[in-house]
T-cell receptor, first 110, second 114 residues
Framework: DAKTTQPTSMDCAEGRAANLPCNHSTISGNEYVYWYRQIHSQGPQYIIHGLKNNETNEMASLIITEDRKSSTLILPHATLRDTAVYYCIVRGYNTDKLIFGTGTRLQVFP | GAGVSQSPSNKVTEKGKDVELRCDPISGHTALYWYRQRLGQGLEFLIYFQGNSAPDKSGLPSDRFSAERTGESVSTLTIQRTQQEDSAVYLC????????????FGSGTRLTVV
């Protein structure tokens, strides 16, 4: 069972920051938060992951609250090519499979 | 190779026939995963390999589904006596085992059972 809750859909204007929230209130201490996205007709693409600290890479930033019960994926300057379904996934350190929920469909508009 | 390669990219088969789907993971990736994605739905986990063994087969939907992996590389997912409800995109992913790196997914095989 997916352990995360995400909004079904969101819109974002091109060039603006897209902030995608995720609730994972039952997360335990050794579980990581992963973000993937799936652009239409392609396989899911890894974006970023984190445990406690905020993380940043060339694609996005991940902000995890201090209690770790929620997180936000930030795309700093959304483009039309960022239109996709974004999945927030919780994975245990000793669990080796990702359980995908229904994700958030992000629509970036001109 | 540079990425996870799946073949064929598209497969149309008649109901009742057997099909084999192939996955070539990234070289050196010891962990390999199969997922299924029906039209308009999320990804369903099917099976996971660590090396050539499959510690988790819990997602295989019936005994018509089986998978094997040889030489810690190529994996084959076989569906026997295909049914129309087997129509989906079958996705393969690989990962450096024991690490927290993300999975790398292939582009999938779109299976249509007619």
């Amino acid at each position: 069972d997916a352990k995360t809750t995400q909004p079904t859909s969101m819109d974002c204007a091109e060039g603006r920051a897209a902030n995608l929230p995720c609730n994972h209130s039952t997360i335990s201490g050794n579980e990581y938060v992963y973000w993937y996205r799936q652009i239409h007709s392609q396989g899911p693409q890894y974006i970023i992951h984190g445990l406690k600290n905020n993380e940043t890479n060339e694609m996005a930033s991940l902000i995890i609250t201090e209690d770790r019960k929620s997180s936000t994926l930030i795309l700093p300057h959304a483009t039309l090519r960022d239109t996709a379904v974004y999945y927030c996934i919780v994975r245990g350190y000793n669990t080796d499979k990702l359980i995908f929920g229904t994700g958030t469909r992000l629509q970036v508009f001109p | 190779g540079a990425g996870v390669s799946q073949s064929p990219s598209n497969k149309v088969t008649e109901k009742g026939k057997d099909v084999e789907l192939r996955c070539d993971p990234i070289s050196g990736h010891t962990a390999l995963y199969w997922y299924r994605q029906r039209l308009g739905q999320g990804l369903e986990f099917l099976i996971y390999f660590q090396g050539n063994s499959a510690p988790d087969k819990s997602g295989l939907p019936s005994d018509r589904f089986s998978a094997e992996r040889t030489g810690e590389s190529v994996s084959t997912l076989t569906i026997q006596r295909t049914q129309q409800e087997d129509s989906a995109v079958y996705l393969c992913a690989s990962r450096l085992g024991g690490s927290n790196y993300g999975y790398t997914f292939g582009s999938g095989t779109r299976l249509t059972v007619v």
